[in-house]
């Protein structure tokens, strides 16, 4: 599928400009999934809020969009279940 190839392109290319400029370090990926590491969680923390904010105003395929699971979903800050920022990652600190 040409659109998911465009899709993963985008998304793969966002997450890495925005590692460079958090400081952080790509280990590997799988599919969509990355493994990467920072020196600080707070570096970590503000990665995942710009990744996500960053992630909606990406010019996704039509045909990706077109598909409910990856539709965008618009929710009011302050309105039941909305967040200025959330993220979903695990982090491991030793």
Do not use: K, N
């Given at each position: 599928m040409h659109a998911m190839d465009t899709a993963i392109r985008l998304h793969h290319t966002l997450i890495r400009k925005l590692l460079?400029?958090?400081?952080?370090?790509?280990?590997?990926?799988?599919?969509?999934?990355?493994?990467?590491g920072?020196?600080?969680?707070?570096?970590?923390?503000?990665?995942?809020c710009d990744l996500q904010q960053q992630l909606m105003t990406q010019?996704?395929?039509?045909?990706v969009?077109?598909?409910?699971?990856?539709?965008?979903?618009?929710?009011k800050v302050g309105q039941k279940g909305a967040?200025?920022?959330?993220a979903s990652f695990t982090s491991l600190c030793f």
């Open positions: 460079a400029e958090h400081r952080g370090y790509e280990s590997a990926t799988e599919g969509d999934a990355f493994i990467m920072f020196h600080t969680a707070s570096q970590a923390m503000h990665f995942a010019p996704w395929p039509e045909q969009l077109s598909f409910h699971v990856s539709a965008p979903v618009w929710a967040h200025s920022c959330s």
